[in-house]
């Protein structure tokens, strides 16, 4: 097997994230599916999908993130699935015409959580994908939960999971902006962007984001992802970066010095 890269397509870069119905980016995927082709050669790659606005306005609107219980919400349920489902087809779309052996896995009909906590699921199919020469493509999804009856299984979740069972060298982050920063620089101009977390400076910086519940997301933006990386990626090389400048996967995999935040704990 050669070298594992593992890329997020986070779902505010491949979706319009504001849009309450779904609206996909596939310009920005192909260019992307485009840029891993070329990785492939080197690198073997899993893609993990965010859900954007496919996934987190209905998880909101049906009150999913802690369980169903009512007819209306299990009508949710499949709606957040079928969604997810329908932006991970664009999203394989796109791969195929970059010419690439993509292969969709979706948790909801494999995984399972326990009381909103990742029950795992045997990660050996992603290896024998990989080991077959294919890019396998996940996503975040809704998932039955043995205590709740359902739950939503974030990407970074997936993510945190595959590295315990299958070793990466890195794993980027793709977001519609360049890293973390102090606050949300599409709205505060006078945001700080933050190159390098550490231990040294992760509670201060987690203590910045204590704000962002209050939006449209149900698995917390940021500080779900840093909580995810803190607490299982030691080891590995961890990027948080911007998916819409052309060449940044490329970029963080043979130069240095290129803008995007670095985690390492
Ligand atoms: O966008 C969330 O996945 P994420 C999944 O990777 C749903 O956090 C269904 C909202």
Same mark, same amino acid.
Do not use: C
């Given at each position: 097997m050669k070298?594992?890269?593992i890329i997020k397509l986070g779902g505010s870069l491949i979706t319009y994230k504001d849009n309450?119905?779904?609206?996909?980016r596939s310009s920005v995927v192909l260019r992307l599916a485009q840029e891993i082709k070329k990785i492939n050669k080197n690198f073997d790659v899993v893609v993990v999908c965010g859900a954007g606005s496919y996934g987190h306005p209905l998880a909101k609107k049906y009150s999913l993130k802690f369980g169903m219980e009512t007819a209306e919400?299990?009508?949710?349920?499949?709606?957040?699935?079928?969604?997810? #489902?329908?932006? *991970? !087809?664009?999203?394989l779309?796109?791969?195929?015409? #970059?010419?690439? *052996? !993509?292969?969709?896995?979706?948790p909801h009909s494999f995984a399972t959580q326990e !009381?909103?906590?990742?029950?795992?699921?045997d990660f050996t199919l992603v290896k024998n994908y990989l080991e077959s020469g294919f890019v396998p493509i996940l996503s975040g999804d809704m998932v039955l939960d043995s205590k709740w009856g359902c739950s939503v299984l974030s990407g970074d979740t997936i993510i945190s999971y595959l590295l315990e069972s299958l070793s990466a060298i890195k794993v980027v982050f793709l977001s519609d902006v360049d890293g973390v920063f102090t606050n949300d620089p599409k709205k505060d101009k006078k945001a700080v962007f933050i190159p390098n977390i550490t231990n040294k400076n992760f509670s201060e910086i987690k203590n910045l984001f204590t704000q962002e519940s209050a939006r449209n997301d149900v698995?917390?933006?940021?500080?779900?992802?840093?909580?995810?990386?803190?607490?299982?990626?030691?080891?590995?090389?961890v990027y948080i970066a911007n998916g819409y400048k052309r060449g940044i996967l490329n970029d963080l995999i043979s130069k240095t010095g290129v803008r995007a935040t670095k985690i390492s704990f």
């Open positions: 070298k594992l890269i309450p119905h779904g609206r996909f919400q299990k009508k949710g349920f499949s709606k957040v699935v079928n969604k997810v #489902a329908n932006l *991970n !087809a664009m999203v779309a796109q791969f195929e015409k #970059a010419d690439i *052996n !993509a292969i969709s896995l979706l !009381a909103g906590t990742f029950a795992g699921f698995t917390g933006e940021m500080i779900g992802k840093l909580k995810e990386i803190k607490e299982r990626f030691s080891g590995t090389e």
